[in-house]
């Protein structure tokens, strides 16, 4: 091994390993997101049903909003947010395909964007 961690060994084309018996697919991987947009179609507004029932009767019927109705509201607000930004990196394909199907250039450009909420989060724990 030299200087700063360099090897002189080759760089593998994969991130990561893929497990046995696995054979890696550059050209079109597998996506694994079939299953959450669709989920996510219905349990959003379905959510936002309940958090409206909740706000109304609590603000209109029984005239007692709370600060705990304020903390559900924010965390409403997180919550879609997320599912916006998962949204947005399963149609720009930052997320959905394994590791090994990813080769270092396709990855690197991606890992900010994969890294953005462990750093902010990161930010928040240190301040």
């Known amino acids: 091994m030299s200087l700063r961690g360099h090897t002189s060994e080759v760089v593998p084309p994969y991130v990561f390993p893929p497990p046995p018996g696995v ?4 050209t079109d ?11 996510m179609c219905v349990f959003i507004p379905l959510s936002t049903t309940f958090l409206a029932l ?6 209109r019927i029984l005239r007692l909003l709370g600060w705990e109705d304020v903390a559900i509201v924010i965390a409403w607000l997180c919550a879609i947010g997320h599912q916006a930004c998962y949204i947005w990196a399963i149609h720009r394909n930052i997320y959905s395909i394994h590791t ?6 396709d990855f690197t450009p ?3 964007v994969r890294s953005l909420p462990l750093k902010r989060h990161k930010g928040w724990v240190i301040r």
Do not use: H, Q
């Not at 054979?23 to 550059?26: E, I, L, N």
């Not at 991987?29 to 989920?39: A, E, K, Q, S």
């Open 23 to 26: 054979t890696p697919d550059y």
């Open 100 to 105: 090994w199907n990813m080769t270092l250039p």
């Open 29 to 39: 991987p597998d996506r694994n997101f079939c299953g959450i947009v669709p989920l």
């Open 54 to 59: 909740r706000l109304y009767t609590k603000a």
């Open 110 to 112: 991606n890992a900010e």
